[in-house]
């Protein structure tokens, strides 16, 4: 019987054995950003000229670590086993094997390389390796200053994906994609040597923070010492003099219910500034997520709140460094309208 | 009996958790405004109201934005609204829920913050953390749902 429940269990546990499937993998986590086969979007375009200068491994490290603050999210949680099959199905696109790099680190002299790297890099990716230019990949949805961005040399998803051998041959190399240039035969090995020793002292800036009170919160919340209707109307003129257009009140219930049981004293209170809301979704078309901007007044146990989203905490769920940015700014404004509507 | 013990750490260490994201995002092949009167036939069949559809895209061309289809769809229970919003006001600029829909030349991007997200400011609250995980699997199916939709 025992015997028998054994075999029964292993049979029910068959789908979950079985070996992942990479292009249900890559669909299900991927083509969102990078399309159905790597033409790109959100994130850098997978293709046969960038799949033939990395290797594998540097796609599985990738997978894993992400790039912190550009967007591509550290997958940590998937198995080896499901990295692998995505990696497997990316690579069949090229029909051959990725090349594989040596992992011994090169010995330059980071001092000449710093020289190096402001004759010959700088341009492109920026005095920290920060990568210049809007945003990371090339979407089609936005203009772009390059197809596809430079990389951001100093971000420790770069730096711990990538293997000193395989820099060296794309810097030999170039991209045609990035049009970075091919430096083979314009450095020296030595040289090449001391610009990659540059890059691996180099330092992602540190992230600006919201105020330290309302970190790890997930909204503003005040207590306003008017009632409901002063207090919306207290809001609707400090936006306005903030510079936002206001638009028609909302219940929070509204269209959830039938119009007689709706709540009337919670009220979402709508606004935007249409200049910076496509200069953000520029930055970052993903942003509708967290949209519109609302500060909320609700009615609750004989007392009057005044409540929006932490957006400073909100921005950095998309993983990009200069929307996280923004969210800090607009905290500032959104915190000045509700003090300014509850004094 | 220790051949099943086996399986169940092989398990363990092989099965994921899979909650290493902040936004659950999917592409369809199918065409913005396709997927948008499916989402909205979807969204009910999920349990949810469709409360209102938001259009983004007055003068995004003005602003080198070259899509012209952007939707956020705000959807919820109002059942659920009212008993978390009683013990969790501070939950209200996050509801209802919603799901963004944007065209990317013939096809289309669903983007939803994944609710999960917002767990680890509610450590206290083990009944509001099952709701973020069902919240999470509906949305998610909702979205596998949009990117098996044919062209």
């Known amino acids: ?343 | 009996m220790r051949m099943i013990v086996g399986i169940c750490l092989v398990l363990l260490l092989t099965f994921p958790v899979q909650a290493d994201q902040t936004l659950v995002m999917a592409r369809s092949s199918a065409k913005a405004a396709h997927v948008m009167d499916v989402l909205r036939e979807t969204i009910p069949e999920y349990g949810y109201s469709v409360a209102h559809v938001q259009r983004c895209d007055g003068g995004m061309a003005e602003f080198d934005y070259k899509t012209d289809f952007y939707r956020v769809v705000f959807f919820g229970r109002v059942e659920e609204v009212r008993s978390i919003l009683a013990r969790h006001p501070e939950m209200s600029p996050y509801l209802p829920l919603k799901i963004v829909v944007i065209a990317e030349n013939n096809e289309t991007l669903l983007a939803a913050m994944d609710p999960r997200a917002l767990g680890s400011m509610f450590p206290g609250d083990a009944q509001l953390q099952l709701q973020f995980s069902r919240w999470y699997n509906d949305i998610q199916s909702m979205l596998d749902e949009m990117r098996q939709l044919k062209k």
Request: with cysteine; glycine share 8%.
């Open chain 1, 1 to 343: 019987m025992k015997r028998h429940l054994n075999w029964l269990f292993l049979l029910l546990c068959m789908p979950l054995l079985a070996a992942p499937d990479g292009k249900e993998l890559y669909e299900e986590k991927c083509s969102a950003c990078h399309h159905f086969h790597g033409q790109g979007g959100i994130g850098l375009p997978l293709s046969k000229e960038i799949l033939s200068q990395v290797s594998d491994d540097y796609i599985a490290k990738t997978i894993r670590h992400g790039r912190p603050g550009r967007i591509m999210p550290s997958f940590q949680k998937l198995s080896l086993a499901q990295v692998a099959a995505i990696v497997a199905y990316v690579r069949s696109w090229t029909g051959k094997p990725g090349p594989v790099f040596e992992t011994i680190r090169i010995q330059g002299d980071a001092k000449k390389g710093d020289a190096l790297y402001q004759e010959h890099c700088v341009r492109c990716h920026g005095k920290d390796g920060s990568g210049e230019g809007v945003g990371t990949g090339v979407t089609l949805s936005r203009k772009r200053s390059f197809m596809v961005m430079p990389a951001a040399l100093n971000n420790i998803g770069f730096q711990k994906s990538a293997s000193d051998a395989m820099i060296r041959d794309i810097i030999l190399a170039g991209r045609k994609t990035s049009n970075m240039p091919a430096f083979r035969g314009k450095l020296s090995n030595q040289e090449t040597a001391h610009i990659i020793a540059y890059l691996r002292i180099l330092q992602p800036p540190a992230p600006r923070k919201g105020a330290e009170e309302w970190v790890g919160k997930p909204a503003y919340v005040m207590e306003s010492p008017y009632d409901l209707e002063t207090t919306v109307e207290n809001v609707k003129q400090a936006l306005a003099g903030a510079n936002f257009r206001i638009f028609p009140l909302r219940y929070l219930e509204q269209g959830l219910t039938d119009e007689f049981s709706v709540n009337t004293r919670q009220v979402g209170i709508r606004f935007c500034n249409f200049k910076e809301l496509y200069h953000l979704l520029n930055i970052d078309p993903r942003l509708g997520t967290a949209l519109p901007c609302r500060i909320n007044v609700l009615e609750q146990n004989g007392k009057v709140l005044v409540i929006s989203a932490n957006v400073a905490q909100l921005a950095t769920l998309f993983n990009n460094q200069e929307l996280s940015e923004v969210g800090v700014l607009m905290e500032e404004i959104i915190l000045g309208v509700m003090e300014e509507a509850t004094l």
